[in-house]
Structures are given as C-alpha cells and as structure tokens.
C-alpha cells in the first residue's frame, strides 16, 4: 500500500554489485539492508532510484544526450521510426499517440523491446514479433542504448 513521502528513496547497491556472483550473498547484512531498503521502497513508494549500480556516468550522459537529440529533431524525422504493429509494436509514438486508461499521455516515446523472431513463441509472440525501430540520427544512439540496456539488464540480473 502506498503512503505519502516527501523524497523518493535513493539505495546504493553496491554491496549487491559486489556480492553478485557470491551464492552466500543473502547471509551478508549489507546485502540484506540493501534488501530491506529495496523492498520498503517498492511497498512504500513505488519507486527509487539507484547509485553504485556500477554503470558509468559517461555512459548515462551519452544515453541523455542521444535521447534529447532525436526528440529535439523534427517532427518528420521522429516518425521515420513510427510505432507500428508490423514492427512489433516498436518505435516512435508522439504526444498524445499512447493511451492509458482511456486518457492519452502527455510524452512522447519510444518503445524498444527483445526482439522477437517469427514464430520463437508460437502464436503467443505473434503480436510482438519484429526488430527494434532505430533512427539514422544521431548516428551513435542505437550504440549507446544497446550498451545502455545490455548493462542494465546485466544489474538487474
């Protein structure tokens, strides 16, 4: 159940960074502060944010400038990469293009997923079958966001 919070929790996990790959990690106390304090967060807030994830900052800048680059450029350019089912539902999506409870969000997006081969799942995967959209500009941002997302994905682990 969510309460009223004035700050949104930051946790430094860095002992679970370090500990990763320790079989007896759960028996550490640093490992389970970070534990508890990931848990309260979800229960309390709902969300948080994270430090000594171990992902470089120049990375995480890279990321930022890349993603501020494409949304600055025109309109036209944006919808080269336009969200489309036979993409698998991956791409650009403007303002108001994503509905959420029957009220359409005020962001611009895009949505990036696993790719999906045809027929990997079966009927399941169909609606999701397809590759990732990526734009021509900037030139480094699937790069970026690949590398972004492979290590993240990594931490998450």
Not at 19 to 30: A, E, N, S, W
Not at 65 to 79: I, Y
Not at 87 to 101: D, L, P, V
Request: proline residues 6%; charged residues 30%.
């Amino acid at each position: 159940m969510s309460t009223d919070f004035k700050s949104i929790p930051l946790i430094d996990v860095s002992p679970l960074v370090a500990k990763g790959d320790d079989l007896k990690m759960g028996q550490d106390p640093d490992v389970q502060e970070v534990v508890k304090q990931l848990d309260r967060a979800c229960r309390e807030t709902g969300f948080f944010y994270v430090k000594g994830h171990g992902v470089p900052h120049s990375l995480m800048k890279e990321v930022k400038d890349v993603t501020h680059k494409f949304f600055h450029l025109p309109h036209h350019e944006k919808l080269k990469i336009k969200l489309t089912p036979s993409a698998g539902y991956r791409g650009y999506q403007k303002i108001k293009a994503n509905i959420t409870k029957g009220v359409p969000d005020l962001q611009e997006a895009i949505d990036y997923y696993r790719e999906v081969k045809k027929g990997m799942y079966g009927s399941l995967g169909e609606i999701l079958e397809g590759s990732n959209q990526w734009p021509q500009d900037p030139a480094n941002f699937k790069a970026s966001m690949e590398e972004y997302v492979r290590l993240c994905t990594g931490k998450s682990r």
